[in-house]
């Protein structure tokens, strides 16, 4: 019978020797799936706004991958703040529904349980790497390849099938 480990959260402090110690059970190339088994998805939610005062904020989804990897970012930034943040903040912003694919006075505004900017780096990469959905993933291969890239170090396979 399988067993499934109890589920972590991207924030807890030692995530990334739990991940390479469960990881280590099976032989490489891992697949995704068993890295969405063991820790959850950051993610609650996504808005896209205007006037968002970014400073302090940290880069989550495409804009992460931007940086990290070779993925091209949208005109869009996308940030990442924490759930009571979002309260904070939801009525200083404007909500959008609609814009230009262009429109670079909008930004992403992902909603996550807790502060992202209190992840290391490798932590990030896992948090992020997951918080992306397998239907993105599979919308656009590039961001496939992004995360592969993002998660080499851990013999991570995104792709379907793998």
């Not at 109890?6 to 995530?15: E, H």
């Not at 502060?115 to 896992?126: G, H, R, V």
Request: glycine share 4%; proline share 7%.
């Amino acid at each position: 019978m399988f067993e499934c480990p109890n589920l972590l959260m991207p924030n807890r402090p030692d995530l990334v020797q739990k991940v390479r110690e469960y990881l280590d059970q099976f032989d490489p190339p891992h697949k995704i799936v068993y890295l969405r088994s063991l820790v959850s998805s950051p993610r609650l939610s996504d808005h896209f706004v205007r006037n968002l005062d970014s400073s302090g904020l940290v880069l989550v989804a495409d804009s992460f991958l931007s940086e990290h990897t070779m993925l091209g970012d949208h005109p869009q930034r996308s940030y990442g703040v924490s759930l009571e943040a979002w309260a904070e903040m939801k009525d200083k912003v404007e909500v959008v529904d609609e814009f230009h694919f262009m429109d670079t006075t909008v930004s992403r505004v992902q909603v996550w349980p807790f502060d992202p900017s209190t992840l290391d780096l490798e932590a990030m990469k896992i948090a992020v790497a997951l918080s992306i959905t397998d239907l993105e993933m599979d919308y656009e291969p590039r961001i496939c390849g992004a995360v592969r890239d993002l998660l080499i170090d851990y013999e991570i396979e995104p792709y379907f099938g793998a």
